[in-house]
């Protein structure tokens, strides 16, 4: 209904944006409807309509700990939001919300009250002489409730409106109006005007450009036109609620602990599954460490409710079915999702058990000093390293009349946060690297024409140095050139920028690198090889041919690979990140566990046989509802536009894909995996080659087998059979070598036959032997065996400054109560060591060759304890 509302006013439709913010580094997830619009607040790139309107996808997480103990707050919502880019300003906006909110949705207008800005008169009158709503019903609040401002920016007054649910949410007090902080008025809109410019020291000055930014969260629209008492009970979130209740068995509202980890769970599991979809993984760090906190606390209260085993995936599948209508990325990333969601349950399974312990001993140290108060550097390493929130080591240590000392806790996770702080860039006030890009006005673009031609004349519009925008480039400096048409593909999906030359009448330009700038901007980086070259002047671009075609080849191979993954290891792998440069390509995929052998083997046969096959490569642009229709497969944090580009490789792979390729896969000549790894927690990495690549990695393993050859004095044709033989004769020695050690430790040992002793009818043998190792022992052993009869034989050999010990006992004295394990252990400790074994046989090593003799008396006493008539 709002959407429709707003495009029968002018506006632009856009779809939901992805959680991950687009060239801003000051978020690190998308947290309202204005965030991914902010480029067009700003004016550094112009938007596709001065009015534009949203349903925006949203996260906020800077009072997670709260979220749950009360049915008001949630970290994932959804934010409808209508924009104005220097076109309509206050009237409209005030006009269109109270028409939307009365006309449209049918809410009573006598229990609506708008707020506005101390000194907005004009919002006040707007309201009061066009609107008619009385004076006395239009509040004025301060800076802190109707002034938006973010640092230094943009920024403006706000009008809110607020509806009064009547008694029954109150709080009872006389004199509850707008603004109490009880559940009676509930803030539904907020029209924020954009009107000046803060300068980061509190000067203002007026906009040229004024903005109109408004937002209305669509769950809290829903609490009030469903009239439930909050955002939990709305509809779609209830019936997730009531899956969770299903789970755990339970019911919501019967008991506020309960209502606490119901809400919780259903909160965060709703935010792990849009955060998947947008290709989030867990990590321990960034975006990627709010989902680790935000499952991991999920799943601690799913422990405290009784569910048994991993329950995340199950849930996600409600979510998904609940809210795919609007985000169908949701059911195409379903299989991966319910992937994640398992392996990282799993994970924290393991961790949770780990983490409890941990805080066992710490316990018992306090116990041990008398102490009741954790200390806040203990409970903050329970919270970084096993993810245990603060609630839970309180809770956990209340139960032992414990504390925790919480301000302790802060101070470290301050300090922490300040070491991240200090760590981050300087930014400007879109978050994004401060450059000399920046300065470059925004109706300057670039057009990328270099799918069919790797030369081009063009226009320069742009020169920059490292630091400013200039007017002319001179031989050596170093630089970036913009032109209107650009042959030269800029880095982008895993293809790297292209290199090349761009030359002009007066001068030529060395291309290393060709990268992406905001605003649909191409940057040429390099430095001047000669001469000069200036602005307006018309220039060649040319490509380095042979760069290209060796990547086209490597990106076309990435296609066939992705697609051949999908079907060795299922529809589970999604493209985690690439690197296709001229030289090789590298594939990041979602999987969890190391490829076989066999499956590496498959992949490759697969990905070789469409080579074989000459595929013709076929790219069409179509709109991106046309595109998923023919089933291509889109990639994460991609910002795809209106038209998109599909690759079709005959009828093996089909993906959505703005880079350039082959025109036949028989091109490409042969594929070869060359590594396969891990590099994070679910993600795997294929490195390999194609073309001139592959045959120069062919060319270095040849030269290295006729080294290998040479080495050998052999030919590499007679190789295996050489060292074959050599292996034999190695053999042949080392049996020799084998024989003679025994015979020298046997002659070593000399006649110890009276040192045997005899316990309980038991012979008992303990002897020294001089430089013999374990296998040596072992043969001796079993010699003095056969001369023994039945017994216990133990020996010690000292090798260099390490002792070796070798216990063995016959069958009979077993019998007798012998057992060489625990001999050896009880002996082991007096050569520095340790060790242990079978009844029959053990063996032990030592660092102490001076306790030889000690443990040798130690092994008589030890069998005499053991043996029995």
Known sequence: MFLEFFESKGHLAMKSFSLVPHNDNSLLLINSGMAPLKPYFTGQEIPPRRRVTTCQKCIRTGDIENIGKTARHGTFFEMLGNFSFGDYFKTEA?????????????????????????????????????????????????????????????CG???????????????GKPGCT?????????????????????????????????????????????????DVDSLFTVDTNKALLDAVCELAHTEYQAAHKTDVSLRIIADHIKS???????????SNEGRGYVLRRLLRRAARHGRLLGIEGRFMAELSKAVIELSKDGYPELEEKKPMILKVLAEEEEKFNKTIDQGLAILGEMEAEMEKKGETVLSGDNAFKLYDTYGFPLDLTIEILEEKNMTVDEEGFQAAMKEQREKARAARKTTNYMGADVTVYQSIPAEITTDFVGYDRLVHDSEITVLTTESEIVEALT???????????????????????DTGVITGAGGSFVVEDTIHLQGGKVGHVGYMASGMLTVGETVTMKVSESARRSTEKNHSATHLLQKALRMVLGEHVEQAGSLVTPDRLRFDFTHFSAMTAEELKKVEELVNQEIQAGLDVVTQE??????????????????????????????????????????????????KIVSEAGIAAGVRRIEALTGEGLMAYYHKTEEELHEAAHAAKTTP????????????????????????????AKESLGDVMDQVKEIHGVKVLAAKVSDADMNGLRSLGDQLKEKLGEGVIVLASVQGDKVNLMATATDAAQKQGAHAGNLIKAIAALVGGGGGGRPGMAQAGGKNPAGVDSALEKAYETAAQQLHD
């Open 94 to 154: 005030i006009h269109w919300s109270w028409e939307f909110l009365t006309e449209v949705v049918g809410l009573d207008p006598e229990r609506l009250y708008p707020s506005v800005y101390l000194d907005d008169d004009e919002a006040f009158r707007i309201w009061n002489e066009e609107i008619g709503i009385p004076a006395d019903r239009i509040f004025r609040f301060g800076k802190e409730d109707n002034f938006w401002e973010h640092g230094a920016g943009p």
């Open 157 to 171: 007054p706000c009008s809110e409106i607020y509806y009064d649910r009547g008694e029954k949410y109150g709080c």
């Open 178 to 226: 707008v603004g109490c902080e009880c559940d009676r008025y509930i803030e539904v809109w907020n029209n924020v005007f954009t009107q000046f410019e803060n300068d980061g020291h509190g000067n203002y000055t007026e906009l040229v450009q004024k903005n109109i930014d408004t937002g209305m969260g669509l769950e809290r629209l829903a609490v009030v036109v469903q």
């Open 272 to 282: 792990c599954t849009f955060m998947i979809s947008d290709g989030i993984m867990p």
């Open 475 to 497: 031989d050596g400096q170093h630089g970036t050139i913009l032109v209107k048409e650009t042959p030269f593909y800029a880095t982008m999906g895993g293809q790297t920028g």
């Open 622 to 671: 179509m709109s991106l509802d046309e595109a998923k229709k023919t089933g291509a497969m889109a990639l994460f944090g991609e910002k795809y536009g209106e038209k998109v580009r599909v690759v079709k490789m005959g009828d093996f792979s089909t993906e959505l894909c703005g880079g350039t390729h082959v025109g036949n896969t028989g091109t490409i000549h042969a594929f």
């Open 717 to 744: 044709a007679d190789l295996k059979s050489k060292i074959e033989a050599m292996m034999a004769e190695i053999k042949a020695l080392q049996a020799e070598n084998d024989k003679l050690k025994s015979k020298l």
